[in-house]
Each structure stands twice: as structure tokens, then as C-alpha cells.
């Protein structure tokens, strides 16, 4: 084995080999204030380029930068949320010459950040690591012009600096996703939470919420991280996933090809489904970072800090754990996909009212993806009892819900309008023995045990009550008469 | 003076940093002055300073913020108006290679 072989895992390994993806996300989140970071304009997305400006997003000579209070609080919700420890903090300049920050540095944190050591859970259980979440500026957007829209053909560039010093912050986890999927659950996961806390409205369409993915490959068992690639331009979950998977398999064929992996940034292309090389490590860039001279340092009181601890909503975590509680038979993911589309509190209500657990998260997961519009717990939880007692059946239940989404109100009512009212016993009865007179033949073999003929009869009572027979109760009842 | 602290090469480097073009004459007189700006700086390295907590910035206090209120913002024709180059609304700069730092 060479030297080379020795020191980076994986490289020239046999075909068959059975590799792992290591996966750390750097997210960065825009803070949900009116104002920008460190001056008074509006931080709000779109408007007219350039409106949303002031000598401090400009960078104009003598203008100063002060802290934003509520950006201070916000990055203390997340810290607190993502179980880090806060800390007295620091600014920095880190500098850098592009465009997009008119006055050639960005303010961050950099070796002193407000929080550090948290973690975050994952539905799964699994806990993963946050190194850090530290308070920065945005940066202005540039759009470049001519060239066929090619960022190396641009004929100019413009620049709009509306985004510039909006509130950023920057949440480092450690390298401790092993997948794709993994990947997804947490960016999902720290999303909700970052809007549960109201941080962020977390809309990766809008770029509010951005991900950049440090990927890197190992052969399973290897206890050494290989060389990673650093991916950005992912705009949505899915892109995550895909670009996370693309670029594994790259660095897998190139390791079994005997080619070592170049520490790279890599740029994600969605319309082709690839990563391309922005930049190598060599060519990195030197920020020269040093404290930032107009800002002091940041040092929350203890007070302050449990002060907003205290203010805390409910967590994803906390709220999953709730109404895996009252729903105990439903399962994990399930449970997830409420707590993600915020119907938990409506779950638990229609179950404490008496609501069946799992017909309640049937509907909620089934049948309300698009949202509870004007259903109540209490209307939820009266349906799912309507099922209970047989008054509706399944199909006539979801149509029902449909009504009560779109205009509220009673099921009683809602199931009454759409004619499904509930047949009597005896009404049910007399249509089954005319059924039976009536199919002499399908009777006797039924009788005879040819249970194929149970779907028959049923079929027959629902094509004659237009579907309002609940098909329980007619199995029993043919079976009843069959003695 | 005592040893030299910086090599001709890293001030070059640094200066290339801040997209300083020196020629070779400035390039000999500012390694020179840095060489002395660090003996100085090596002075104070020199002194136990253990028990001194590290100075974060001069002014002795901290937590200065402000309220998350909406102030004036700036005229975009006006601002435009003193930019080398404007176009729709926007600032006109150069074509930017590659993608921000």
C-alpha cells in the first residue's frame, strides 16, 4: 500500500466496496426583524432594487453601524432552541473584494460567536452536533448582464444592495450526517424550529433559509474523514438530497478510479443534476478577519438570556413527544408530518375531546395536506365519533371533512347536506332481505360459504343507498340472516 | 533592531491582499517599516500580561443596541446619481468573475 493509499480513506478500494457519506451543513438563516443588522432600513424581502437602503448598508464614508436589539434576541432563540450555550461575543471584519458589500468586508463572528455546543434532535432520535450559530450581515445580490446570462461570459454585473445588512444567522453543524435523507430531516427539522421560535420564516424558495453542504466519502468502517467538497447553490430540500447523492457518487467513482479528491467548492446545477468546481482550496481565500473597531462587544445579560428561555414557544421536539402521548399507536412518522404542518395542537384537541387517536391523525394526515381551513377540534373530533358509530363510512367521511374545511360548521349538518344521512337499522334491513329475495341464487351459494359473495351483496346495498350504507354493518347483518 | 520579522515575499502577499500594487522600491521601504511596526508589537509580547483579561475594544463598555424601529432610508436617484455607473435602479460594476467570496 503507498503512502498515499494509507492517509486518504477509500482511494483505489476494489469496486465492491461498501462506502459512507459524511454530511455537515452550514445554514444561514434571515432573521425575521423590521430592520437590517446594524442600521434602520426596512429587512424585507423584494421591493424596488435599491430602496431599502442607507449609508450604513452603503458603506459610506463616516457612517457607523449599530446593533439591532431584536436580531440579538433572535440569535438568542435559536441558541437557546438548538441547546447551545451563549456567550459574550465578539464582531469581526472579514474581508474580502466582490461587489455585493459595498464597503469590502461583511461583519461576522468570527473566533468569539454568540452560541456554541448545541445540538439538534432529528424525528429519528439522533442527536447531531452544533458547533456554532453566529450573528452576520447578508450581502447585496448581483445579477450579471450579457454573455448569455453565463457568469464567465458576463458583460457587467448590477448590483442591489436592498439585501445588504439584512440579519444573518449562520448555523455550523458538526459532520455527523451519514445520508442524503439524513441531511433532509435536519435542514427540515432546524427549519422548524427556527420558525417555531419566529427566527426566520424559513423559505428556502426565497433565499431566506440557505444551505451550503460539506460532503465527504469513506469507506464503512474507516474511522478518518475523507477529503470534502464544499456544495452551494442548493435552493430546496430536494436539490439537498440530489446534490448530496450526485456528489457522493462522484467522489466514490473517483476514489475506486485511483484519483484522490481535490478540496473543492462546488457549485449545484439544478437543470443538470450536477456539481461543478468553483474553486480549490488553494485559491481560498485569506479574509484577513480582525475585531470590527466600531462595533463593542456583545455580552447578554443572564437575566436577558432566560428572560427569552422563559418566552420560549413549544419545540418540534417537545411537541412531537406531545402527541406521540395521545396518539401512542400512531406511528413516528406520522406524528412528524403533523408536528411539520403545524396540526398538532388541532390533533390534540379533537383526541382530549374525545375524538379516536387514530382516526383523528388518520384525517390529519391523509386528508388535510392542504391545510384545516375552518375546521374546528371540536368538529373533527364529533366526525371521527360519527365513524366510530358507524353513522358515516370512510369515503363519506372525507367528504365531509372537505365541507367543514372549506366552510366550518357542524358534521351533523355538513353530512345531512351532502344526503349521507345514516340509515336506520330497519331501513338497512328491509333493502338486504329484498336484495336477497331478489338474488335467490347468489344467496344459496353464499349460504354455502363462497365468501366472494359478501363483496357482491355489499356492492349491491351500496349501488342501491348511493354509498350511504356503512359496508360493516351490512357484512353483519348478511351474515346475521345467514344464521 | 532585531531579527527580521516579516520576509519581502509575505508583505508582497499582503499587500496583494488589499490590492495594493507597490513596485519594488516601496515593496523594500514598507518591509522595512512592518519589520519595525512587529519589533514594537514584540514588545509588548514580551511583558507578562496573565493576569490582564484580553482587551476587546478600547471603550470599556459593551452592549450597545439599538430598537428594531424603521428609520429613514435614502433616495435611490440621488445615490445612483454619484455611482461611476447605474442601470434600471441598479449600480453598473464590472463583470464579477466566479461567484462571492
New interface residues.
Partial sequence: MSDEAQTIPGLGAPADTEWETVVGLEVHAELATATKLFSASPNRFGGEPNTHIDPVSLGLPGSLPVLNEKAVELAIRVGLALNCRIQPSVFARKNYFYPDMPKDFQISQYDQPINVDGWLELPSGKRVGIERAHLEEDTGKTVHIGGGGRIHEAGYSLVDYNRAGVPLIEIVGHPELRSAEEARQYVSELRSILVAVGASDGKMEEGSLRVDCNVSVRPVGSDRLGTRCEIKNVNSLRSLGRAIEYEARRQIDQLTSGQAIEQQTRHWNEDDGRTHALRSKEEDYDYRYFPEPDLLPLNPSTEWVEQIRHALPALPRDRRMNLAEAAPSVDIDNIALAVERSMDELALAAISGGGAAERVMTHIVQNLADGSGQLTPEALAELVGMEEAGELTATQAKKVLAVLVEGGGSPQDAAQTLGFEAMDTDELESLVDSLIAEHADEWSRFCDGDAKLTGFFVGQVMKATQGRADGKAVTQLLNSRRG | MGQQRITRAECAHVAA?A?LELTDEELDRFTGQLDELLDHVAEVEALDLEALPPT????P??????????????D?DE??AQAPFA???????????????
Fill in positions: 491582499l490590492r476587546m475594544h478600547a471603550l463598555i459593551a452592549n450597545l443596541l439599538r430598537p428594531d424601529t424603521p428609520g429613514e432610508v435614502l435611490r445615490v445612483l442601470e434600471d435602479g441598479q449600480f453598473r460594476v464590472p463583470p464579477v468573475l466566479g461567484e462571492a467570496p
